[in-house]
């Protein structure tokens, strides 16, 4: 799920195409943002992409509950949150307990929330870096997966420092789906 750019959808899409995932399969892509470059990405990719735009909805209630039911016919086992702007609501967590994830450009606990590497550079922060962590209902604060650290040098900019966890975000992600999904249960048949 995405809202935005989709360089961290990219990157696992990359990383799944060149058997880095094992066994993964993109079943869905969706956007809030119908305007989302990393939803073009993905039809070019011929990828499932669906723009369930949150406008369009009375209320976040039922956008989520859009959203749910085409996740319910894609039946992905998991959900990767790759820049999607929008807190999940308690019901929508629930309906994939442990199955959700996200990706945050800081170290967390440290700097959850919006502009972390703003806040970064403002506290004079010597190191900062990127966590993939299990989603529950508060603001990035369920269980860490895996997180890289990079350095923060001198003269960085928000840009330059975002640039900088970016790379490692693009192998970090993949990494932290192929360890959730070796995990996982197997499959009722
Ligand atoms: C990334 O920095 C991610 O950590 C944050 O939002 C940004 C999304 O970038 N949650 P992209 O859309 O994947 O390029």
């Known amino acids: 799920m995405l809202s935005g750019r989709g360089s961290n959808f990219e990157a696992i899409a990359d990383a799944a195409a060149r058997g880095e995932i094992p066994n993964a399969e993109i079943v869905a892509v969706v956007a809030d943002i119908p305007s989302a470059p990393g ?17 369009a909805f009375e209320d976040r209630r039922a956008h989520e509950r859009e959203v749910l039911r085409v996740l319910e016919s894609a039946r992905p ?22 199955r959700i994830l996200n990706i945050h450009p800081s170290l967390l606990p440290r700097h959850a929330g919006l502009d972390p590497q703003r806040r970064a550079l403002q506290e004079g922060d010597v190191e900062s870096g990127c966590t993939v962590h299990v989603v529950d209902a508060g603001m ?11 350095p923060v040098l001198p003269g960085d900019t928000p840009e330059s420092l975002s640039a900088r966890i970016l790379v490692e975000e693009h192998a970090l992600y993949p990494a932290a789906i192929a360890e959730v999904l070796a995990a996982l249960p197997p499959p009722r048949v």
Do not use: K
């Open 39 to 55: 939803l073009e990405r993905a039809r070019h990719r011929g990828l499932p992409a669906y723009a369930i735009d949150r406008n």
């Open 140 to 150: 990035d604060t369920g269980r860490v997966i895996l997180q890289r650290r990079v």
């Open 77 to 98: 086992d998991i959900i990767c949150l790759a820049g999607y702007m929008r807190i999940l609501s308690r019901t929508f967590v629930d309906a994939y307990p442990g």
